[in-house]
Nanobody, 115 residues
């Protein structure tokens, strides 16, 4: 079993920045793909970014150049640095761990972009 705990969400003005963190309860990065997803009200959950076990990253077109996924293996923590935030980035952001056989989700953290 793996617990994922997100933090770092909040209210920010358009153009601002936030950094989300996802702390895993144990060391899993060598065998799991870690990802950030988001779900806006009335919309389906969508992929934001992933980082594979070998460190390769992938970002959705809607956030490329603005968001960056990274990880700290020593802290068992994955980050999502979000810059140049837009109102359409408003959503609940979820951390995900996927091994192909097992999958875990965090509880989500709210990000609201508004003036």
């Amino acid at each position: 079993q793996v617990q994922l705990v997100e933090s770092g969400g909040g209210l920010v003005q358009p153009g601002g920045s936030l950094r989300l963190s996802c702390a895993a309860s144990r060391s899993i990065f060598s065998t799991y793909i870690m990802g950030w997803y988001r779900q806006a009200p009335g919309k389906q959950r969508e992929l934001v970014a992933t980082i594979s076990s070998d460190g390769r990253t992938n970002h959705a077109d809607s956030v490329k150049g603005r968001f960056t996924i990274s990880r700290d293996n020593a802290k068992n923590t994955v980050y999502l640095q979000m810059n140049s935030l837009k109102s359409e980035d408003t959503a609940v952001y979820y951390c995900n761990a996927y091994s192909g056989r097992l999958e875990y989700w965090g509880q989500g953290t709210q990000v609201t972009v508004s003036s």
